[in-house]
């Protein structure tokens, strides 16, 4: 079993920055795309950025230059740097990843709360 945890949510003013991160726990080997994903209330989830094992990253079109995905695969970890924050922004943000092999599940982290406010 594999569980994700993410941190880093919070309260931020806009035009603030934050960072988000996802750390993946139990048998972790296999594991291919890492993602962020966002709700907003009202809202479908949606996907922000993900980012493959070899490190090949691909953002929603809507999310222009201002957020920024990294990894680490030795810690299995991945992160998202949010810069120039919106009101829009704000969200729930789950962490995603999936296996090479497709007889693994899929993974989701439980969210983590993202205001932007002033």
């Known amino acids: 079993q594999v569980r994700l945890v993410e941190s880093g949510g919070g309260l931020v003013q806009p035009g603030g920055s934050l960072r988000l991160s996802c750390e993946a726990t139990?048998?972790?080997?296999?594991?291919?795309?890492m993602a962020w994903y966002r709700q907003a209330p009202g809202n479908q989830r949606e996907l922000v950025a993900e980012?493959?094992?070899?490190?090949?990253?691909n953002y929603a079109d809507s999310m222009g230059a201002r957020f920024t995905i990294s990894r680490s695969n030795a810690k299995n970890s991945v992160y998202l740097q949010m810069s120039s924050l919106k009101p829009e922004d704000t969200a729930a943000y789950y962490c995603?990843?999936?296996?090479?092999?497709?007889?693994?599940?899929?993974?989701w982290g439980q969210g983590t709360l993202v205001t932007v406010s002033s």
């Open positions: 980012i493959t094992r070899g490190g090949v990253t």
């Open positions: 139990g048998d972790t080997y296999g594991i291919n795309v």
């Open positions: 995603y990843l999936n296996f090479f092999s497709p007889s693994y599940p899929e993974v």
